[in-house]
C-alpha cells in the first residue's frame, strides 16, 4: 500500500459517516419549502428514515448543529452518469453530487448500459455515500442512434413497444425515456405500452416534430418549443440553442398547450449557460474548481477541438444564438410557472462544463433569475421532484420519510448564497459532515492527477466515450 500511495495509485478510501442507525439532529429550525417550518426542533432518524419530530424542545447549546436550518434534500431530476470501467469515476461522481446536497437523482439514459448498476452497487453493497438513484433505463428512439445502450423500434406496432416497455422495466427502471427518430405515431404507441406497464414517460421532442405534436408528458430541454423549420440544423445542440424565432407569441402557445394536455417540463437552463463558456474555453478551465474532478474532461472529453458530443461550439454560432437563448428560456420558465404548470429542475450532467451536484445550485440560480420566488424553488426541487419520482414522503421532513436532509448554518431558503454554508448531509439515515466530503474528494483530485493515473485515464475515457456512442 506504501508504493502505491507514493505512485499515486491508492483511492480514496470510504468516507466515514458521522452518525448512522438511531441518531437525533437536535435544537435546529426545521423547513419544509413553501409548506411550514419549526423551530428547536429535534429530528430523530432511525434506520434510514425520519421518525418523531418534536418541536420547540430546545437541544443542548453544545450541540454541533444547534441553531442551524434543516431542509430536505434536493433532487436532480436529469443526469447521465459516469460508465463503469477501471475507474472510481461512480464513487467520485457520487460525492460531488453529495457535497452540493443533492441525495436523489433521476438517472435520464445509462449512456452505454453500466453506470446504473455501477451505482446502486456503489450504494447499496459497498456502502458508498451515494444519492438515490431512479433510472430511465436505455434510451428508446427510432432510426440510427445516437448512443450504443438504445432499443430502436422498426414497425412501431403495439407488439414492438409492448416488448420494448418490458425490457425496460426488467432494468428496473420507472422510467422510459423517449429520444430521437420517434414519429408522432410510435410516441402514442410507446404511451400506451408504457401505461400498461406502469412506466412514467419523459424525454426529447425528435427533431422533425414540434413540441405539440410529440405532445410529450414530460418535455426536456424545451426540445419542440422553436419549430423545426427555424434550426440551423436539426443537430441536438441546435434544437437546444437556436431560439432566435420564438417570440412572445410562440411562448404563450407553448403555455396554453402546455396546460391543456398537462405536460410538465425540466428546462435544464444550466446546459445552455455552460455553452458559454466556450466563449473562453481556457478562462473558463482556469476559473472552474477543477482540483476535484478529472483532467480528462476539460482535456479531452469537453475539448473545443477534440471533444464529443456538444463540445465543437464555433464561436459565432455562441455569440449569435446561446446567451439569447437563456434569456428566452428563463423567460418561458416564468411564464410556465406563473400558470402553474409543472416543472422540474435538472442538469444534463455529463454535458461540457455541468459539473455534478454543482450545476443544481446553478439551475436554481438561473430559475431564481427568473424571478421564480425561493420557497417555490426549493419546492421544486424537493417535494415536487419526490412527488414525480413516485417515492413516498421524499423530498418532505415529516415522520416515515425517507432520512434525506441537509444541514445549513444559515437559511438557504431565504437566500441562495447562504448554499455556501452547508455543514452536514444526511443521505439514507447516515450523516456526514461535508468537511469530510470535501477532504475525500481533495484526495480524488490528487489520485486523477497522479503522473500514472493521469494517461491511463484519459485513454480509457477515450474508450468510454467510444462505447457510449457505439464506436467499439
Same mark, same amino acid.
Given at each position: 500500500?506504501?508504493?502505491?500511495?507514493?505512485? +499515486?495509485?491508492?483511492?480514496?478510501?470510504?468516507?466515514?459517516?458521522?452518525?448512522?442507525?438511531?441518531?437525533?439532529?437536535?435544537?435546529?429550525?426545521?423547513?419544509?419549502? #413553501?409548506?411550514? $417550518?419549526?423551530?428547536?426542533?429535534?429530528?430523530?432518524?432511525?434506520?434510514?428514515?425520519?421518525? $418523531?419530530?418534536?418541536?420547540?424542545?430546545?437541544?443542548?447549546?453544545?450541540?454541533?448543529?444547534?441553531?442551524? &436550518?434543516?431542509?430536505?434534500?434536493? !433532487?436532480?431530476?436529469?443526469?447521465?452518469?459516469?460508465?463503469?470501467?477501471?475507474?472510481?469515476?461512480? $464513487?467520485?461522481?457520487?460525492?460531488?453530487?453529495?457535497?452540493?446536497?443533492?441525495?436523489?437523482?433521476?438517472?435520464?439514459?445509462?449512456?452505454?448500459?453500466?453506470?446504473?448498476?455501477?451505482?446502486?452497487?456503489?450504494?447499496?453493497?459497498? =456502502?458508498?455515500?451515494?444519492?438515490?438513484?431512479?433510472?430511465?433505463?436505455?434510451?428508446? =428512439?427510432? +432510426?440510427?442512434?445516437?448512443?450504443?445502450?438504445?432499443?430502436?423500434?422498426?414497425?412501431?406496432?403495439?407488439?414492438?413497444?409492448?416488448?420494448?416497455?418490458?425490457?425496460?422495466?426488467?432494468?428496473?427502471?420507472?422510467?422510459?425515456?423517449?429520444?430521437?427518430?420517434?414519429?408522432? *405515431?410510435?410516441?402514442?404507441?410507446?404511451?400506451?405500452?408504457?401505461?400498461?406497464?406502469?412506466?412514467?414517460?419523459?424525454?426529447?421532442?425528435?427533431?422533425? %416534430?414540434?413540441?405539440?405534436?410529440?405532445?410529450?408528458?414530460?418535455?426536456?430541454?424545451? &426540445?419542440?418549443?422553436?419549430?423545426?423549420?427555424?434550426?440551423?440544423?436539426?443537430?441536438?445542440?441546435?434544437?437546444?440553442?437556436?431560439?432566435?424565432?420564438?417570440?412572445? $407569441?410562440?411562448?404563450?402557445?407553448?403555455?396554453? &398547450?402546455?396546460?391543456?394536455? =398537462?405536460?410538465?417540463?425540466?428546462?435544464?437552463?444550466?446546459?445552455?449557460?455552460?455553452?458559454?463558456?466556450?466563449?473562453?474555453?481556457? +478562462?473558463?478551465?482556469?476559473?472552474?474548481?477543477?482540483?476535484?474532478?478529472?483532467?480528462?474532461?476539460?482535456?479531452?472529453?469537453?475539448?473545443?477541438?477534440?471533444? =464529443?458530443?456538444?463540445?465543437?461550439?464555433?464561436?459565432?454560432?455562441?455569440?449569435?444564438?446561446?446567451?439569447?437563448? !437563456?434569456?428566452?428560456?428563463?423567460?418561458?420558465?416564468?411564464?410556465?410557472?406563473?400558470?402553474?404548470?409543472?416543472?422540474?429542475?435538472?442538469?444534463?450532467?455529463?454535458?461540457?462544463?455541468?459539473?455534478?451536484?454543482? /450545476?443544481?445550485?446553478?439551475?436554481?440560480?438561473?430559475?431564481?433569475?427568473?424571478?421564480?420566488?425561493?420557497?417555490?424553488?426549493?419546492?421544486?426541487?424537493? /417535494?415536487?421532484? +419526490?412527488?414525480?419520482?413516485?417515492?413516498?414522503?421524499?423530498?418532505?421532513?415529516?415522520?416515515?420519510?425517507?432520512?434525506?436532509?441537509?444541514? &445549513?448554518?444559515?437559511? *438557504?431558503?431565504?437566500?441562495?448564497?447562504?448554499?455556501?454554508? %452547508?455543514? #452536514?448531509? !444526511?443521505?439514507?439515515?447516515?450523516?456526514?459532515?461535508?468537511?469530510?466530503?470535501?477532504?475525500?474528494?481533495?484526495?480524488?483530485?490528487?489520485?486523477?492527477?497522479?503522473?500514472?493515473?493521469?494517461?491511463?485515464?484519459?485513454?480509457?475515457?477515450?474508450?468510454?466515450?467510444?462505447?457510449?456512442?457505439?464506436?467499439?
Amino acid at each position: 500500500m506504501t508504493l502505491f500511495n507514493s505512485l +499515486g495509485l491508492a483511492q480514496p478510501t470510504l468516507p466515514k459517516p458521522k452518525a448512522a442507525g438511531s441518531f437525533d439532529i437536535g435544537g435546529v429550525t426545521a423547513i419544509n419549502p #413553501a409548506s411550514d $417550518r419549526a423551530g428547536d426542533a429535534t429530528i430523530s432518524i432511525s434506520g434510514g428514515t425520519i421518525g $418523531r419530530i418534536a418541536r420547540g424542545v430546545p437541544s443542548n447549546p453544545a450541540s454541533e448543529y444547534a441553531g442551524c &436550518f434543516v431542509v430536505p434534500g434536493l !433532487v436532480d431530476m436529469h443526469v447521465h452518469l459516469p460508465p463503469k470501467n477501471a475507474l472510481p469515476l461512480t $464513487r467520485h461522481a457520487m460525492l460531488m453530487y453529495l457535497a452540493h446536497g443533492v441525495t436523489s437523482l433521476r438517472e435520464a439514459g445509462d449512456l452505454d448500459g453500466t453506470a446504473v448498476d455501477a451505482a446502486r452497487t456503489a450504494r447499496d453493497s459497498d =456502502g458508498w455515500p451515494c444519492p438515490r438513484v431512479v433510472s430511465c433505463g436505455p434510451f428508446v =428512439g427510432a +432510426g440510427k442512434p445516437t448512443f450504443k445502450n438504445t432499443i430502436t423500434l422498426t414497425d412501431g406496432s403495439d407488439c414492438e413497444a409492448d416488448a420494448i416497455a418490458r425490457r425496460v422495466r426488467a432494468t428496473g427502471a420507472t422510467f422510459m425515456k423517449f429520444y430521437d427518430g420517434l414519429t408522432e *405515431p410510435m410516441i402514442r404507441t410507446l404511451e400506451r405500452a408504457c401505461d400498461k406497464h406502469g412506466l412514467a414517460i419523459m424525454g426529447h421532442v425528435p427533431a422533425a %416534430l414540434t413540441y405539440e405534436q410529440a405532445r410529450i408528458r414530460e418535455v426536456q430541454h424545451f &426540445f419542440g418549443v422553436p419549430r423545426p423549420d427555424t434550426l440551423e440544423r436539426p443537430g441536438l445542440i441546435n434544437r437546444s440553442c437556436d431560439w432566435h424565432a420564438v417570440d412572445e $407569441r410562440r411562448m404563450d402557445e407553448i403555455v396554453a &398547450f402546455t396546460l391543456r394536455e =398537462g405536460i410538465a417540463n425540466t428546462p435544464t437552463l444550466v446546459t445552455n449557460e455552460a455553452s458559454l463558456s466556450y466563449l473562453d474555453f481556457q +478562462g473558463a478551465c482556469a476559473r472552474l474548481v477543477l482540483r476535484r474532478i478529472p483532467p480528462f474532461y476539460p482535456d479531452i472529453i469537453w475539448h473545443p477541438v477534440r471533444g =464529443g458530443l456538444n463540445s465543437r461550439l464555433p464561436q459565432d454560432y455562441t455569440k449569435r444564438q446561446v446567451s439569447a437563448a !437563456v434569456s428566452k428560456k428563463q423567460q418561458l420558465t416564468r411564464k410556465l410557472f406563473d400558470a402553474g404548470a409543472p416543472l422540474y429542475l435538472g442538469t444534463d450532467v455529463a454535458q461540457p462544463f455541468v459539473l455534478p451536484g454543482e /450545476s443544481l445550485q446553478k439551475e436554481m440560480r438561473l430559475f431564481a433569475g427568473a424571478g421564480i420566488p425561493l420557497d417555490a424553488i426549493w419546492r421544486l426541487a424537493t /417535494s415536487a421532484a +419526490g412527488s414525480r419520482l413516485g417515492i413516498p414522503k421524499l423530498g418532505t421532513i415529516q415522520p416515515g420519510a425517507p432520512a434525506d436532509l441537509l444541514i &445549513f448554518r444559515k437559511d *438557504p431558503t431565504l437566500s441562495l448564497d447562504h448554499l455556501d454554508t %452547508l455543514v #452536514a448531509i !444526511v443521505c439514507a439515515g447516515r450523516l456526514y459532515n461535508k468537511a469530510t466530503l470535501d477532504e475525500t474528494l481533495d484526495a480524488f483530485g490528487a489520485y486523477f492527477r497522479s503522473p500514472i493515473v493521469r494517461p491511463l485515464a484519459a485513454r480509457a475515457a477515450k474508450q468510454s466515450m467510444a462505447r457510449a456512442l457505439g464506436r467499439t
